[in-house]
Structure formats: structure tokens, C-alpha cells
């Protein structure tokens, strides 16, 4: 019977005697196994590109146009290809046009960097593909992530309950903090939970409230006050306004840095308003937290040690390549409350606390080990090497800041809390949509001036503004003056144009 049905699947006959399959299995296919000469010819060959593109990182531009490829004919790579072509196409044909993170001039958006230490560190943590969600899958991988992890929690100040995972980013670990307060803090039918951010959220707080399953009426957007925190008597209003309509207020994320302009709430006030209605205090440190690791970043973002939860973003300011974020909180129980699922086909989960599961406590089951790429830099360099290049970055935007005040024409929007500041050109005489306009025009010209540094816009109130956001870790004094000197140059040709 068994027989018969095997009969009718094609490929796979009776006839197929069991010497036929034994013979077949003798000499399998074995080209996915590079063995440790072909890794090091690989390498060899990956380096004679990656090399001199490392070395001419200073002379590379900082943004490019985007310019899309050829389309891809859409047939299925079946064919087998050398390495040296395939490695030439993508150094060749992949990697440019593209904004340029890696480079000092790139003072756009929020830009990480990308340290090779890392870039080491993930060759070494993919070759070696070990488990670390599961604690007795790679103990001391894992509790070399924990180890990672509980830096961050003593940077953030949050006491030893505390504890965390490292994320893929700044988003998920938003997310991630959201679902937990809600699980902590809203019963299964959550629907009239209210949550509290500023108007300088970044929109990923927003995302993260509707990914939890909020609709947008349960998200309050408070208005930022005149140096872009938010403004707190706004804030108690609308608590008390939805605690007086019957719904019911459980989060507020506050912001160690936005965005925008780089703003720091006042997370004192924040975590004494959030302690006195009993609400869940989450600070979105993305950009900011890394600054902890400074003097003056710690006294600006006094108050984070009373947050429930924390999200930083080592592939920010500390350097990483994108694809590390960290979500701490204050009660590592909390994390284990919002997403551990017990399941039979799993090992045994641990109890001990210094024995971390990150299955339990975070979204993901089967990924890298992410621990790696922070360890490595940090062990290599020591804390203080990244404390020396942030309190740089703050200098160098305080420097920008008195140069572009020395330029006609320039209005500083939002002077430097850390290291973004925001500007425009402001011509007299010009009504908003007008100065808005030129202002588009002025970005244009100063990014396309030389292309060796690359600002980004925002609107601050509706006011078109230019962003310089200093944290790359490649940027020195020549890069943020070559920046100056192009905007200076560009300012005074708008304003003689017109
Ligand atoms: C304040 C803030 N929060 C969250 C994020 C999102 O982080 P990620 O891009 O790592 O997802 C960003 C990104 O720039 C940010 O600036």
C-alpha cells in the first residue's frame, strides 16, 4: 500500500533501489562548505576591495543623488559565480550613488558610523552561528550579551532589578516598551488606555502605540514649549482632561534628546508627573542616551534613572553599524510579563536571574548574536574612548553654533542641548511660505555645493528649518568647518541672487 502511493510522487519511484539512494548519498553536493583555506582566499579577495574603500573614507562624498540601477531581468540566479566577479559587482555596481553614514561630512538625520570592530565582531559572531536567545544553547554567549546590556542598564542609572535586551533598533525597542507598559499596566481589553508624547516625538513612538494595537485617538501629541521639550502643563491638562472623559492615561514617553533638534524634556518633572498619577515612564533615548556616557550629558538627562523603561540606540550614538538598538526597564520581570510564552518543544527556561533567556523577554527567538558587536569595540577601546569622541561632538556643535552665528542672515532656530542644532536663512522682509521657499533653496545649494557635507530639513512649527546633527563618530573640527565654509559661501549667493 505504502509502496503504491510512493509510486505516484514523481521523482521518487520503488525502483529506486536502496543501493541507487546509498550511492547517491555517497558524494553529496559540499559547495556550501567552505572549509578555512577557501574562507581565507574568500577574505583575501573581499579585502583587496573593502581595504582601500576603508582608507578612502575621508575623500568620499557624504551623499549622492539617488540613481536607480539597471532592473534586474527577473530571472532566477541558478548559474554558480566566481567570487572575484561577484564581489567586483558589488563593490562596483551596489554601494554608490548612497548617503554616506560612514563619512565625517554626513551631518544628516541621526547617522550612526559603522565601526569595524563591529563589522569584525559580526563576521566572527555569524561564523561561529551559536543560539543566544537560550540561555543553555551558548551560556557564555548569552551572558556575554547580558553582561553588554547591564553596561547600558548602569549607564541609564536604573537600579539592579533592572534589565533588557538589545534590539535591531531604536523602533523595536519603542515597540517593544509599549507592549510592556501595556501589559503591565492596562488589563487584556485595553482599548482606553491613553498615551502621552510630545509634538517632537519621533514617529516611531507613534508607530509603535499603533503597532501595540492603540488606535490613533489614544495617542496625545502635547505641544513642545519654546526650546522644543514638552510642555508639562499641557501635559498634566490632557491627563486630567482623559482621566475626566473616563478613559484611562498609563504611559508617557519622554524624550533624552529628539529628533528634531536634539531636545532633552525635563525628565525630572516628567517621572515626578508620571509617579504622581501612576503612570508608566518610558524615555526615548535613541539618539540622546549614548551622552550618558559624558559629564554633561549625564546632568542634562538627569531623571532618566526613574524611567520604567529606556530605549537607546547603540547604532547611534555609540558608533555601531545600523542593527543595534536596547530597550532597558527598570523591572526586568516586567519584559518577562510581556513576552514569555511557555511551549513543550523548547529547553528548560532558566530561573536564575544572571542567566538571561532572551527568548522570554524579547520578540525574537533564532537570531545572531548581537551582544558581540557592542563587546568588542568597548572591550577593545574601553569606555572612556567613546566618552573622549561624544564630548567632541558636543563641542563641535556649540562650535558650529557660534560660527553660523557669525554668518548674515542666519537664524538659529534651536541652539545645541547636545548635538543637533537647527537654522535657517532668514532674509528680511519675507513672509513664512517665502522664507520657507529660499530655505529649501539654501539646503540645495549646501548640499550640493562640494557633496562633502549633507545636512537634512525639518519644520519646526511650520518653519522650514536646517538640521546639522553632529554624531558620526568620523567627524572632527575640519569636517564641521568645511561645513561652515560651504554654508557661509552658499548664504551669501542666495541672498545676492535675490
Ligand atoms: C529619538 C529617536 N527615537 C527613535 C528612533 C528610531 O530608531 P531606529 O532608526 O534605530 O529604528 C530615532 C531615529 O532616528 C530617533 O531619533
Redesign the pocket.
Known sequence: MGGSHVDQVPGISANHAMDELLENLQSPDRCLEMDGSELREVLETVLRRLIPHVDSFDTQLAWEPPQAGARPDGSLPNDSSDWEGVIRELFEDHLFPAYNPASGGYMA??PGGGLLHSAVADLIANAVNRYVTVWQAAPRLAELEAEVVDWFRQLAGLPDTGGGYLTT????A?WSAVVTARACRLPEDFLDGMIYTSDQA?Y??IRAARMAGFPAGNIQVVESDAEYRVSLDLLQQRIEEDRQSGRRPFLVVG?A???NTGAVDDLLELARICQQQDLWFHV?A??GGAFLLTGRGRALLQGIEQADSV?L?P??GMFLPYGT?CLLVRDRQDLHRAHAVDVDYMPEMQDDPYRVDICQISPELSRECRGLRVWLPVKIHGLGAFENYLDEKLDLAQFAARELETIPGIQILAPPQLSILAFRLAPEGLDMEALNEVNREFLERINRATQRCFLSPTSLNGVFSIRICIIVFRTHLEHVQHCIDVIRQAAAELLADR
Open positions: 538625520y541621526v533598533g531604536g523602533s523595536l519603542n519621533h516611531s513612538a524624550h534628546g529628539t529628533t526615548d535613541a539618539y530605549t540606540d547604532h547611534k538598538g
